[in-house]
């Protein structure tokens, strides 16, 4: 049997106010990329809440990564899977790639269950920075990469992330649950009924 917990839009939009502040102060983020498709309404959120006054929005761009896998016998519960799939990415010949050099980019996403997306979206972004900074001639220039989550997973991780992403406290959990399925308000059918059982579980 599954445990599922169901998280609203408001909560979602709490969890992303809770954190701005940190964020704006630690990570200092200049850009962010939304892993999709569960990252994209959290970096929605979150842009309001770090926009310093009088300075422009901070930009969104999106890369599509996916892990998970149908059961198939229990309708639409889904299981991690071993192979990360590149369904969307950013254009490499692009000023896409010139715009993160030298940038605070923060990664976002809605959950932290195996790490195993979120290792291959670091490891990749920083591998294409690289290439693009030796291309035009900006290897003096640092990049460097924070990761806001929703909801981290207590349990034993399959990806890592660079050490240095931990010491010096770039990656940020809004809240740490045991291992649940979480069902987030975007993958609703029935939005009314989502919140009706969201309402309904124990605090």
Same mark, same amino acid.
């Given at each position: ?8 839009? @408001? ?24 892993? !999709?498709? !569960? ?19 901070? &930009?969104?761009?999106?890369?599509? $990564?996916?892990?998970?896998? @149908? ?9 991690? !899977? ?12 692009? $000023?896409?790639?010139? @715009? $993160? ?23 990749? $972004? ?12 900006r290897e003096g220039e ?11 997973? @207590?349990?034993?991780?399959? !990806? ?10 770039r990656y940020l959990a ?10 987030? &308000? ?18």
């Amino acid at each position: 049997m599954v445990n599922k917990v169901y998280v609203t839009y @408001n909560q979602v939009h709490k969890l992303c106010q809770d954190s701005a502040d940190q964020i704006l102060n630690d990570f200092q983020p200049n850009l962010m990329i939304a892993i !999709g498709g !569960g990252g994209y309404v959290p970096a929605r959120i979150l842009r309001s809440f770090i926009k310093r006054p009088g300075s422009a929005n901070i &930009p969104i761009q999106a890369i599509g $990564l996916s892990l998970y896998e @149908n059961l198939g016998k229990d309708g639409p519960v889904e299981e991690p !899977g071993t192979k990360v799939t590149r369904t969307q990415w950013l254009d490499l010949s692009s $000023l896409e790639m010139a @715009n $993160l050099i030298g940038k605070n980019i923060l990664i976002v996403d809605e959950v932290d269950d195996t790490r195993t997306t979120l290792e291959y979206a670091v490891k990749e $972004l920083q591998k294409d920075v690289e290439a693009a900074k030796q291309k035009l001639g900006r290897e003096g220039e640092k990049t460097k990469f924070s990761i806001f989550v929703l909801h981290n997973k @207590n349990k034993p991780k399959k !990806g890592h992330l660079p050490e240095d992403m931990h010491t010096e406290n770039r990656y940020l959990a809004a809240h740490t649950v045991g291992d649940v399925w979480i069902c987030y &308000p975007w993958e609703a059918i029935d939005i009314e009924e989502h919140d009706r059982l969201a309402m309904s579980q124990p605090t």
